[in-house]
């Protein structure tokens, strides 16, 4: 009579679901991360509701694949390139970022300020590219950043572009955290919001991602007509205002146009 086979230890249900786990908490601090931009080990393990060695380790994993990176200077964890490398792998991101270049660095070298191109990747828009302008006060890199969707206006830009049943469910999993006092964390205002951006062909954010921080964004479309980026200019609050700056809403919506056609899409899409 054979023997019976033997369970191999590392497939055994114990390990596997230790494996889902682990899989589980990475990805929350790289929600984590996403949210609140950077953070230390102790707040990390204070949300996630585990001892700080378990999210050093968790961290230490992520670093080594390049999914985050630590400050040097503050000791604190932020998102890392290796956030992008896997945002690249998205069928057409590649092609996006080379078309849109030459149009990101006129922008931002006509208007002096930041200009992104930004996807869409699961419920956050990851910035894919990044030009500056000379008056830019920080030296932020936004590359690879992922910013929510509902705080930011390439973000606005990019749910405005899905269908309400794909809003809804990615409202639903967000729940709208305030990130400043002016965040928008009603479904409701949200949802009226988007419907003008839609109706505009722009999203403007006063303040809501970061105090001291506006911005406007305008959608990418493919050849289908289908929204598969966002182009969007920010600034500090106190000189970089959209509605009050004269040639600047039709200037993006021109750039975001003319990336749209370099991706094959025309009017009759």
């Avoid at 380790?57 to 503050?74: K, P």
Wanted: net charge negative.
């Amino acid at each position: 009579m054979a023997e019976p086979e033997e369970l191999d230890d590392e497939a055994s249900p114990d390990n596997l679901n230790r494996g889902v786990q682990s899989v589980d908490r990475a990805i929350t601090v790289l929600e984590i991360l996403a949210r609140r931009g950077e953070s230390g080990v102790s707040d990390i393990a204070e949300e996630m509701g585990v001892h700080k060695s378990t999210a050093s380790r968790l961290l230490a994993s992520l670093d080594h694949r390049g999914m985050v990176q630590q400050n040097t200077e503050r000791g604190k964890y932020q998102l890392g390139f290796g956030i992008l490398r896997l945002a690249n792998s998205i069928p057409g991101n590649l092609s996006l970022v080379r078309e849109a270049r030459p149009v990101l660095e006129h922008l931002a070298e006509q208007y002096k300020e930041t200009v992104n191109l930004a996807v869409l990747r699961s419920n956050f828009a990851v910035n894919v590219d990044q030009a500056r302008g000379t008056s830019t006060l920080a030296t932020y890199d936004w590359i690879g950043s992922l910013t929510p969707l509902h705080a930011t206006s390439s973000g606005k830009v990019l749910l405005a572009g899905l269908s309400s049943e794909d809003r809804l469910k990615i409202v639903k999993q967000t729940r709208l955290p305030a990130l400043t006092a002016k965040t928008i964390t009603s479904r409701q205002k949200l949802e009226k919001e988007l419907l003008l951006v839609s109706a505009n062909g722009y999203a403007v954010v006063d303040e809501e991602f970061e105090i001291g921080l506006n911005s406007i964004a305008v959608p990418v479309w493919d050849h289908l007509g289908a929204v598969i980026g966002s182009v969007s200019i920010s600034g500090p609050a106190f000189r970089f205002k959209p509605q009050d700056m004269p040639g600047l809403i039709e200037d993006v919506k021109q750039a975001g146009q003319d990336i749209s056609a370099r991706m094959g899409y025309s009017r009759e899409s």
